[in-house]
């Protein structure tokens, strides 16, 4: 790979990323940019380009904090710079990879100095090595929750503070923060997008003559990539200069009352959590006045920052696209627009052009346009009236005799042979669930299910490394090393340590597991109303599962056979879709809906080991198909519970007259059975006291 950076002003189109970027090169306290995009749109690629657009920064010379002379930081633990020298070097381009550790981003003990000189010492992290350049996190929503945290809290204040090991460190860290990330492979929580200043959405063009341009240059590229970036140096310089100019005007923008009332109303219009929107838009205003060369900032410049500034804010649930209805926000602006000159505004807008403004950027680049179509994506919709004449009749709930076992229990003979297919129903409102988890600790990525050993949990206790040393246990260390040392004649401050001295953390916080949906979508499950009630069931507990950062996969079962909807991914938005989108009617081959998800399971296992699987089992307990559907159902239960596969079986039966069928095939699976109304959170209470009373009375 060559080490010449690919040039800012070549990369082909892409407007709203470039002014993204650029407003925040000119003030980092807009917050950082996070770049929501399909693979393939060089999100990377400008992002790198831009490091080297930054102007030069002074450091005191010998500073591991990157320090400015000209305003040293007094809390800087290299310690008081008055009078030192200081030298210029470009800004910083630090990139943080996928799996960094705690450690590294903040800092820590410098083991080895404190282990062979007797000091306690610290070692700056990426943090600290990012201070005054650009800290770029390349597939953010991968990270792991609580690293996310630290940066967005570090960005957020311009200071890291590490509090670990002895060492108590306070720094300065102030950058600019850019997150890419691709939906397709799962979302930030709405708490975390509401921490990115600004956010930008790509696609690829769909212009053939774009699409060839953009192919000609990065080919050029990777044939000669000097002479390349030579053919837009002189663009480059000139971009270069103009972010230096704007720094140097930004504190001269004025933000005037009715440009800070129109923030406010936009604000208050789309209903955005909290104040820091509104913050996060006034001063991307003042960055696009000044980006213009203009000391006051216009109306023009608030509908920019809008269209920036609030679409990942406007995310109701996780599951709502960002987005944002321009309509509303052009009729917000005119409704608290000055007054004063609303009576001629006709005539005077006549130079200036329309609303939008015409004058061309500069830099030949973004105009400021907003994202593409700027509104969220429209709203499901189902069918509201009642089924059509000739349509399937949902199967009827069945009335053999209470005494019949379930596996006596005769199929309904009413099931028509080539049932038809019924068209997708809406899902039920989502509502918060009660916690279904694997029992045990495992061992798998960090998340918010089951009980792990982790990296990122609590301490609770320390032992002999097992393997290679990955996380020092200090004070065990001592502590196991600290008789010894008279014998192995320790004769300075360094302690005398053999490798038997070791210890490591073992940390204990929660993992991720993968939830695999069964669901019967079969013509017993048909009927409207409680399709909608199972369905707004599923769609909890992939509210659920997104929260707890699982990943998700999804079998549906219906006519002959059993179908993959979703393979297993961190996307739960494209399990709600498929889910909205799902049709029902036929048989209810169950038998082979559990032997497709038992291969499904069998897969993911080889490919990732620790990752703990729960089957989540969507059914009214049905089987038709063969003569005996419900025997071979219950036989390929069998094969979840002989391998130990935590299971939750959600009974869907209804009506005054139930089989049981989901209950036993619970008890195949060696899983617990929950009906749609034990499904929710509120009666988690008195199910936890019934399960205790339960276990009390098979202790006794």
Request: aromatic content about 4%.
């Amino acid at each position: 790979m060559s080490d010449v950076r690919y040039p800012f002003t070549a990369i082909v189109g892409m407007a709203d990323l470039r002014l993204g970027l650029l407003l925040n090169a000119v003030s980092p306290a807009v917050g950082g940019v996070l770049v929501r995009g399909e693979k393939g749109t060089a999100k990377s690629t400008m992002v790198r380009a831009l490091a080297g657009l930054l102007p030069s920064i002074a450091t005191v010379d010998g500073c591991r904090f990157a320090c400015d002379p000209a305003a040293p930081d007094p809390q800087c633990p290299d310690g008081a710079h008055a009078g030192a020298t200081a030298s210029g070097r470009p800004a910083q381009l630090v990139e943080l990879p996928v799996g960094v550790s705690e450690d590294r981003i903040v800092g820590s003990l410098d083991l080895e100095r404190a282990l062979a000189e007797g000091v306690k010492a610290y070692e700056p992290g990426l943090l600290a090595r990012a201070h005054r350049g650009v800290l770029y996190i390349d597939e953010v929503n991968l990270l792991q929750d609580h690293v996310v945290d630290l940066l967005l809290d570090a960005a957020a204040m311009g200071r890291s503070y590490v509090e670990r090991e002895g060492v108590s460190v306070r720094h300065a860290a102030r950058f600019l923060l850019v997150g890419t990330m691709n939906p397709e492979e799962g979302e930030l929580r709405p708490q975390l997008l509401d921490r990115f200043g600004l956010t930008v959405e790509i696609a690829a063009t769909r212009d053939p003559a774009e699409r060839a341009e953009v192919v000609r240059r990065r080919l050029a590229y990777d044939a000669d990539p000097a002479g390349f970036a030579a053919r837009f140096a002189e663009d480059e310089r000139a971009l270069a200069e103009r972010i230096t100019t704007a720094r140097e005007l930004l504190p001269k923008v004025e933000l005037a009352d009715v440009a800070l009332r129109q923030i406010t109303a936009v604000c208050a219009a789309f209903e955005v959590d909290g104040l820091r929107a509104d913050i996060v838009m006034a001063r991307t205003a003042v960055a696009l006045a000044a980006w213009a060369g203009r000391t006051e900032v216009l109306e023009e410049d608030v509908r920019k920052a809008a269209r920036l500034a609030l679409p990942h804010r406007r995310r109701r649930n996780p599951f709502d696209a960002p987005g944002l209805d321009e309509e509303q926000l052009d009729r917000t602006l005119e409704e608290h627009a000055d007054p004063e000159p609303e009576p001629a505004s006709q005539p005077e807008d006549g130079p200036e052009g329309g609303p939008e403004g015409d004058g061309p950027d500069p830099d030949g680049g973004p105009d400021g346009g907003g994202p593409d179509g700027g509104g969220g994506a429209p709203e499901p919709t189902g069918p509201t009236g009642p089924d059509a004449p000739g349509a399937e009749a949902p199967a009827p709930e069945p009335g053999p005799a209470p005494e019949q076992t379930p596996e006596q229990a005769p199929v309904p003979a009413q099931h028509p042979a080539p049932a038809r297919e019924s068209a997708p129903v809406a899902a039920g409102e989502p509502y918060r669930t009660r916690l279904f988890k694997v029992d045990g600790t495992g061992r798998g990525a960090q998340g918010r299910r089951s009980p792990a050993e982790t990296d990122g949990g609590h301490t609770i206790r320390a032992r002999r490394p097992q393997g290679r040393l990955a996380r020092l246990h200090l004070s065990a260390t001592l502590q196991a090393a600290a008789p010894h040392q008279a014998a192995r004649g320790r004769a300075s401050r360094a302690l005398v340590l053999h490798k038997d001295d070791f210890r490591e953390q073992v940390r204990q916080g929660r993992e991720s597991n993968l939830v695999l949906f069964l669901v019967d979508a079969s013509g017993s499950m048909a009927a409207r109303q409680r399709m909608t009630a199972v369905k707004g069931a599923v769609l909890s507990l992939l509210m659920d599962a997104y929260q707890r950062r699982d990943k998700i996969g999804m079998i549906t079962f219906r006519g002959a056979s059993a179908e993959l909807a979703l393979p297993p991914t961190s996307s739960v938005e494209v399990g709600a879709a498929r889910l909205e989108s799902l049709p029902t009617g036929g048989r209810t081959p169950l038998a082979a809906g559990l032997l497709r998800a038992h291969e499904v399971l069998r897969v993911e296992r080889m490919r990732d080991p620790d990752r703990r699987p729960l089957l989540v089992v969507v059914t009214d307990g049905r089987a038709t198909g063969a003569r005996d559907a419900v025997a071979q159902s219950h036989r390929a239960a069998a094969l979840f519970a002989a391998q130990g596969v935590a299971s939750v079986v959600l009974d869907c039966e209804t009506g005054p007259v139930r089989l049981g069928l989901a209950r036993t095939l619970a008890a195949r699976l060696g899983a617990s059975a929950v009906t749609l109304d034990e499904l929710r959170a509120e009666g988690v209470a008195s199910l936890v006291r019934d399960n205790r009373a339960t276990t009390m009375r098979k202790a006794a």
